[in-house]
């Protein structure tokens, strides 16, 4: 079957601090590999994909990298802000699936001042 | 204008009671899920519909039965209410041809049985 791992939460930074929240997968055939952001009191919202092998997301500063050799989508950010204090899930789709996201079970970032 | 609407967003209710969420998209997606998020946030799949007809069903209790009336719409109704019930309730809808990606997440129900 299809399961995403996450790192375990919660993660705490100072601002400006270098994140990355490793993500592995195990997929039956090719998945396309995604981020999604929960910020409190709100719904999931897509913050980047790759759709291939070697293919690197990014949105607001924030990227991952598809890597097929080491089944991983590890996101990362350069410099976190105070407002990047979210749930971060890292989730995949296969191909014929029925649109399905299977999701990781979200990691916590706060970043203080 | 929020493009995916759910009600109500805080259900308090006392178990064996039966209650509904309801769910409105002005998106123009032709598919839509229900996805049940637990106290640990962990969110699994219930339901998915594509064009009012059902195409995804995980194994959830029967006492959960969603309703489309048209592709806008999107119900869960549940029955006989449980403390195991108690999560947050997030509807989503998409439009096929976009590989399943870009969901668009309702801001949550959060249930509450006591």
């Known amino acids: 079957g299809n399961s995403v791992t996450q790192m375990e939460g919660p993660v705490t930074l100072s601002e400006e601090a270098f994140l990355t929240i490793n993500c592995t997968y195990t997929?039956?055939?090719?998945?396309?590999l995604f981020w999604y952001v929960q910020y409190p009191g709100e719904g999931l919202q897509l913050l980047l994909k790759a759709t291939k092998a070697d293919d690197k997301g990014s949105n607001k500063g924030f990227e991952a990298t598809y890597r097929k050799e080491t089944t991983s989508f590890h996101l990362e950010k350069g410099s976190v802000q105070v407002s990047d204090s979210a749930v971060y899930f890292c989730?995949?789709?296969?191909?014929?699936?029925?649109?399905?996201?299977?999701f990781g079970t979200g990691t916590q970032l706060k970043v203080e001042l | 204008d929020t493009a995916v609407s759910q009600t109500p967003k805080y259900l308090v209710t006392q178990m064996g009671n039966d209650k509904s969420i309801k769910c409105e998209q002005n998106?123009?997606?032709?598919?839509m899920y229900w996805y049940k998020q637990d106290s640990k946030k962990f969110l699994k799949i219930m339901f998915s519909y594509n064009n009012k007809e059902l195409i995804i069903n995980e194994t959830v209790p029967n006492r959960f039965s969603p309703k489309s009336p048209d592709k806008a719409h999107l119900n869960l109704h549940i029955n006989s209410l449980e403390l195991g019930d108690s999560a947050v309730y997030f509807c989503?809808?998409?439009?096929?041809?976009?590989?399943?990606?870009?969901?668009?997440f309702g801001s949550g129900t959060q249930l509450s049985v006591l």
């Open positions: 989503a809808s998409s439009q096929t041809g976009q590989g399943g990606e870009k969901l668009f």
């Open positions: 989730a995949l789709t296969v191909t014929g699936g029925g649109n399905k996201l299977t």
């Open positions: 997929a039956t055939g090719y998945p396309s």
């Open positions: 998106l123009g997606h032709d598919t």
